[in-house]
């Protein structure tokens, strides 16, 4: 589940039940063999014998003994902990500026004259009224282990980091999401120990192999959104996943943490700077509490499995 999904709550229940079922149903069935059954591609785990990923193969997720002599790089299937994940991060995975109230935009995104979607169900209506969605958010009490930024349709998804695309899966909302693996870390079948991810884009412009640039198009913001899309407005949703040791659930964690150091300023005050333009367009402080994030875009250093659930 990630911010914003689908305007009505018995979809979010449903989706939710489903996705936390998967997460949770390896911890009661067999030990993970090759060929059987998996929750989310990307992720990895120890066996006996070996490592094995959970890749999709003929449309179905399975596990697939990992070959730890096919790449180059860091070939290790999990890390121990998010402080292993590197600092690298170049942009949010679009072309943001400080908000400019002369224009009314942000970079490539708009505030002025932006209306959320609104319904008769109040919760539904919380759930749509931020133009950037926070890591850790509660939004009908799911956690969202990802951030989400709202932008015209039309909008290019840049690269965050420099890495190789080492996953490419199609979605659900029948877009895709195009997963970076940063310079350092190796292609593994399905995935990647991390993956800078950008969940939530239209016609990509990369495949599975390729070498990318921080700045570099991916595709277009999706559109999958029809209550957005009725307001001319797409969303890319982006992530930092990793494989942690120990665990065959697909965890994620605090993006803003890992802020390449010689852009971390920078970045910080153009999401502090959007954050209060959209305070100031709709005349709502209550939309973001800047104290409640440390650091920006974060309500929690928790990381956050894909069951919506933190743990310190």
Not at 169 to 193: E, H
Request: aromatic fraction near 6%; charged fraction near 15%.
């Amino acid at each position: 589940m990630r911010l914003i999904r689908l305007g009505s709550i018995a979809v979010i229940s449903a989706l939710c039940a489903v996705m936390t079922a998967a997460v949770i149903a390896p911890a009661v069935q067999a030990a993970p063999k090759p060929g059987a059954k998996c929750p989310k591609a990307g992720i990895a785990v120890h066996i006996s014998n070996g490592d094995l990923r959970c890749v999709k193969k003929g449309g179905k997720l399975v596990w697939v003994k990992i070959d730890s002599g096919s790449s180059s790089g860091s070939s290790s299937s999990s890390i121990t902990s998010n402080a292993s994940i590197p600092k690298v991060i170049q942009n949010w995975g679009l072309a943001l500026g400080p908000y400019d109230a002369a224009s009314g935009k942000a970079g490539v995104m708009q505030l002025a004259g932006v209306t959320p979607p609104t319904f008769s169900n109040p919760a539904d209506t919380a759930a749509y009224s931020r133009i950037v969605g926070l890591y850790g958010d509660v939004v009908q009490g799911i956690l969202e282990p990802q951030m989400a930024f709202i932008a015209p349709l039309g909008t290019s998804v840049i690269s965050m980091v420099d890495g190789t695309v080492c996953d490419l899966p199609q979605l659900y909302s029948n877009d895709y999401s195009v997963r970076v693996a940063p310079t350092g870390i190796a292609c593994m079948t399905g995935g990647a120990t991390v993956l800078f991810e950008h969940e939530h884009l239209i016609n990509p412009l990369v495949k599975v192999g390729d070498k990318v640039q921080a700045g570099q198009r991916l595709g277009t913001v999706s559109d999958y959104n029809a209550n957005w899309k009725a307001k001319g407005m797409g969303m890319i949703e982006t992530g930092v996943f990793f494989a942690r040791a120990g665990s065959n659930a697909p965890w994620h964690a605090c993006l803003a943490n890992y802020l390449a150091p010689s852009k971390k300023a920078a970045m910080a005050n153009v999401l502090t700077s959007i954050e209060n333009g959209w305070i100031a367009v709709r005349n709502d402080p209550s939309l973001y509490s800047l104290t409640a994030q440390n650091p920006i875009g974060c309500l929690t250093q928790d990381d956050i499995t894909d069951s919506n659930t933190g743990v310190k």
